[in-house]
């Protein structure tokens, strides 16, 4: 089993920067996918960006260049670094494993392809 439990959200304005955190227990072996979700309210969860427990990173193309995804294995913490944040970004933010996996598979951006979820952290980005 894995918990994971997300922190950082919170209220900015646009132009404005956040930076998440995930924290990982459990049974965080290797290979892994570790990725970060958001869901607006009435839309469907979004992959954001995933990262491989080898560290290879893929981002969703809505926010390559703006938002930075990190892990430190010796912490079990994930972190994600939002820059330049606008008003569509404000959603429920939520870290997802996927174990055993890999993000670089084109199932990343798939919900029901991971088996844990965070239970989220609030952004909310005003103009």
């Known amino acids: 089993q894995v918990q994971l439990v997300e922190s950082g959200g919170g209220s900015v304005q646009s132009g404005g920067s956040l930076r998440l955190s995930c924290a990982a227990s459990g049974d965080t072996y290797s290979p892994y996918c570790l990725a970060w979700f958001r869901q607006a309210p009435g839309k469907e969860r979004e992959g954001v960006v995933g990262i491989d427990s080898d560290g290879t990173t893929t981002y969703a193309d809505s926010v390559k260049g703006l938002f930075t995804i990190s892990q430190d294995n010796a912490k079990s913490m994930l972190y994600l670094q939002m820059n330049s944040l606008k008003p569509e970004d404000t959603a429920m933010y939520y870290c997802?494993?996927?174990?055993?996996?890999?993000?670089?598979?084109?199932?990343?951006?798939?919900?029901?392809?991971?088996?844990?979820w965070g239970q989220g952290t609030q952004v909310t980005v005003s103009s």
């Open positions: 997802a494993m996927r174990r055993p996996g890999y993000c670089s598979d084109s199932w990343w951006i798939l919900t029901w392809w991971y088996n844990y």
